[in-house]
T-cell receptor
Framework: EPEVTQTPSHQVTQMGQEVILRCVPI?????FYWYRQILGQKVEFLVS????????KSEIFDDQFSVERPDGSNFTLKIRSTKLEDSAMYFC????????????FGPGTRLLVL | GQSLEQPSEVTAVEGAIVQINCTYQ??????LSWYQQHDGGAPTFLSY????GLEETGRFSSFLSRSDSYGYLLLQELQMKDSASYFC?????????????FGRGTQLTVWP
């Protein structure tokens, strides 16, 4: 069964450093998402992406964040200057269409900012 | 804004039936989804209700009442592997259609 993949599984970085989290969505899906989950808390929406542009972003997704689809398969989340509070699990998800009932989540990247 | 309320913890024994409730307050409600998450794992889609009523998928069923802003997930014939967190998530219409708003999750523990 097709699945969303994410790399790396874990990332440790120093505060102020840039990180890039990578995702490969399911190949025939057109809508891509990033969510994050701070330890012990709920999953929070960051951004949705369709047709090579951001469809929607949450209040969390400030100027330090950016997304890109650099080629036909990868979808990346960049955090320009990490803060301690960026430490979380970051999930990529994809769906066939915006109205799709199901979003398929990747296994996540656990980011730790020291 | 929007808010979702679900119990923080539920416990049950193998073979039992458990119901996890979710009440929500939101404008532009479109549908209610349920996701399962094992420790440290990815949320996995379980069920979706766009209309009032019951949706059944094997041992799992989900119910929605739009007029009561209420839904539930019903898990039957519980197994040890069902121990996980269960999240309800609201989908809103319009420009936010793809976005999921998650509740805080219910930790289900199944005992032998």
């Amino acid at each position: 069964e097709p699945e969303v993949t994410q790399t790396p599984s874990h990332q440790v970085t120093q505060m102020g450093q840039e990180v890039i989290l990578r995702c490969v969505p399911i190949s025939n899906h057109l809508y891509f998402y990033w969510y994050r989950q701070i330890l012990g808390q709920k999953v929070e929406f960051l951004v949705s992406f369709y047709n090579n542009e951001i469809s929607e972003k949450s209040e969390i997704f400030d100027d330090q964040f950016s997304v890109e689809r650099p080629d036909g398969s990868n979808f990346t989340l960049k955090i320009r200057s990490t803060k301690l509070e960026d430490s979380a699990m970051y999930f990529c998800a994809s769906s066939e269409r915006g109205t799709a009932e199901t979003q398929y989540f990747g296994p996540g990247t656990r980011l730790l900012v020291l | 804004g929007q808010s979702l309320e679900q119990p923080s913890e539920v416990t049950a024994v193998e073979g039992a039936i458990v119901q996890i409730n979710c009440t929500y307050q939101t404008s532009g409600f479109y549908g209610l989804s349920w996701y399962q998450q094992h420790d440290g794992g990815a949320p996995t889609f379980l069920s979706y209700n766009g209309l009032d009523g019951l949706e059944e998928t094997g041992r799992f069923s989900s119910f929605l009442s739009r007029s009561d802003s209420y839904g539930y997930l019903l898990l039957q014939e519980l197994q040890m592997k069902d121990s996980a967190s269960y999240f309800c998530a609201v989908r809103k219409g319009g420009s936010t259609l793809g976005r999921l708003y998650f509740g805080r999750g219910t930790q289900l523990t199944v005992w032998p």
